[in-house]
Protein backbone atom coordinates (compact mmCIF):
# COMPACT_ATOMS: atom_id res chain seq x y z
CA UNK A 1 0.00 0.00 0.00
CA UNK A 2 0.98 3.62 -0.72
CA UNK A 3 -0.40 6.60 0.93
CA UNK A 4 -0.40 9.90 -0.83
CA UNK A 5 -1.04 13.52 1.02
CA UNK A 6 -1.28 16.18 -1.57
CA UNK A 7 -0.54 19.68 0.08
CA UNK A 8 -0.28 23.58 -1.31
CA UNK A 9 -3.15 24.06 -3.49
CA UNK A 10 -4.80 27.61 -1.90
CA UNK A 11 -6.43 30.56 -3.53
CA UNK A 12 -4.72 32.65 -6.62
CA UNK A 13 -5.28 35.39 -9.15
CA UNK A 14 -4.94 34.47 -12.53
CA UNK A 15 -1.69 34.71 -13.98
CA UNK A 16 0.23 33.71 -10.28
CA UNK A 17 1.74 30.45 -9.76
CA UNK A 18 1.37 27.28 -7.05
CA UNK A 19 3.89 24.43 -6.55
CA UNK A 20 1.81 21.47 -5.25
CA UNK A 21 3.70 18.63 -3.87
CA UNK A 22 2.27 14.73 -2.92
CA UNK A 23 4.01 12.81 -0.22
CA UNK A 24 4.12 9.32 -0.54
CA UNK A 25 4.68 6.57 2.32
CA UNK A 26 4.03 3.09 2.86
CA UNK A 27 5.15 0.33 0.34
CA UNK A 28 7.35 3.74 -1.34
CA UNK A 29 10.32 1.14 -2.55
CA UNK A 30 8.02 0.29 -5.62
CA UNK A 31 8.86 2.33 -8.74
CA UNK A 32 5.98 3.67 -9.11
CA UNK A 33 4.76 6.23 -11.74
CA UNK A 34 2.97 9.35 -10.68
CA UNK A 35 0.66 11.78 -11.93
CA UNK A 36 -1.81 14.47 -11.80
CA UNK A 37 -5.21 14.65 -12.21
CA UNK A 38 -7.61 17.39 -11.38
CA UNK A 39 -11.86 17.57 -10.98
CA UNK A 40 -13.88 20.65 -11.62
CA UNK A 41 -17.18 21.34 -10.13
CA UNK A 42 -19.91 19.50 -12.13
CA UNK A 43 -16.82 17.89 -14.62
CA UNK A 44 -15.12 14.30 -14.43
CA UNK A 45 -11.87 13.71 -13.29
CA UNK A 46 -9.31 14.34 -15.89
CA UNK A 47 -5.46 14.05 -16.29
CA UNK A 48 -2.78 16.74 -15.86
CA UNK A 49 0.88 15.33 -16.09
CA UNK A 50 2.08 11.80 -15.36
CA UNK A 51 5.78 11.62 -14.53
CA UNK A 52 7.77 7.81 -14.85
CA UNK A 53 9.97 6.97 -11.81
CA UNK A 54 13.27 7.65 -12.98
CA UNK A 55 11.73 11.65 -13.57
CA UNK A 56 13.50 11.05 -17.44
CA UNK A 57 9.70 10.58 -19.02
CA UNK A 58 7.32 13.36 -19.12
CA UNK A 59 3.58 13.67 -20.15
CA UNK A 60 0.96 16.64 -19.92
CA UNK A 61 -2.47 17.58 -21.00
CA UNK A 62 -2.84 20.19 -23.70
CA UNK A 63 -4.67 22.17 -21.69
CA UNK A 64 -1.64 22.81 -19.55
CA UNK A 65 1.65 21.66 -21.55
CA UNK A 66 3.59 24.84 -21.55
CA UNK A 67 2.00 26.41 -17.86
CA UNK A 68 2.82 23.29 -15.51
CA UNK A 69 5.75 21.37 -14.60
CA UNK A 70 5.79 17.55 -12.93
CA UNK A 71 9.00 16.65 -10.85
CA UNK A 72 10.15 14.09 -8.47
CA UNK A 73 12.31 13.88 -5.51
CA UNK A 74 12.45 9.77 -5.20
CA UNK A 75 14.75 10.34 -2.12
CA UNK A 76 11.97 12.45 -0.64
CA UNK A 77 9.22 10.42 -2.23
CA UNK A 78 7.90 13.59 -3.13
CA UNK A 79 6.38 14.60 -6.41
CA UNK A 80 5.38 17.95 -7.45
CA UNK A 81 3.07 20.23 -9.99
CA UNK A 82 4.31 23.45 -10.58
CA UNK A 83 1.67 25.45 -12.20
CA UNK A 84 2.67 29.07 -13.79
CA UNK A 85 0.19 31.32 -15.71
CA UNK A 86 -3.17 30.10 -13.92
CA UNK A 87 -6.44 30.74 -14.86
CA UNK A 88 -9.93 30.40 -13.84
CA UNK A 89 -10.12 27.44 -16.04
CA UNK A 90 -7.43 25.26 -13.89
CA UNK A 91 -9.80 25.74 -10.56
CA UNK A 92 -10.14 22.25 -9.66
CA UNK A 93 -9.44 19.57 -6.66
CA UNK A 94 -5.91 18.30 -8.30
CA UNK A 95 -5.21 14.87 -7.07
CA UNK A 96 -2.10 12.93 -7.35
CA UNK A 97 -1.92 9.25 -7.73
CA UNK A 98 0.72 6.64 -7.93
CA UNK A 99 1.17 3.07 -10.08
CA UNK A 100 3.82 0.70 -9.41
CA UNK A 101 2.40 -0.65 -12.97
CA UNK A 102 4.21 -0.25 -16.35
CA UNK A 103 1.87 2.26 -17.64
CA UNK A 104 1.50 5.27 -19.98
CA UNK A 105 -0.64 6.85 -16.80
CA UNK A 106 -2.56 9.24 -18.76
CA UNK A 107 -5.80 7.26 -17.65
CA UNK A 108 -7.27 6.73 -13.91
CA UNK A 109 -7.38 3.30 -14.30
CA UNK A 110 -3.29 3.31 -14.97
CA UNK A 111 -3.14 3.90 -11.14
CA UNK A 112 -3.74 2.28 -7.84
CA UNK A 113 -3.04 4.57 -5.15
CA UNK A 114 -4.81 8.26 -5.07
CA UNK A 115 -4.38 11.01 -2.42
CA UNK A 116 -7.34 12.67 -0.69
CA UNK A 117 -7.17 16.02 -3.06
CA UNK A 118 -6.19 19.62 -2.45
CA UNK A 119 -8.24 22.86 -3.84
CA UNK A 120 -6.87 24.92 -6.11
CA UNK A 121 -8.98 28.26 -6.62
CA UNK A 122 -7.69 30.86 -9.28
CA UNK A 123 -9.78 34.07 -9.55
CA UNK A 124 -10.08 36.21 -12.32
Known amino acids: QVQLVESGGGLVQAGDSLRLSCAAS????????MGWFRQAPGKEREFVAT????????NYADSVKGRFTISRDNAKNTAYLQMNSLKPEDTAVYYC?????????????????WGQGTQVTVSS
Open 97 to 113: AASPKVVRGRVENDYDY
Open 26 to 33: GRTSSRNR
Open 51 to 58: ISWSGAST
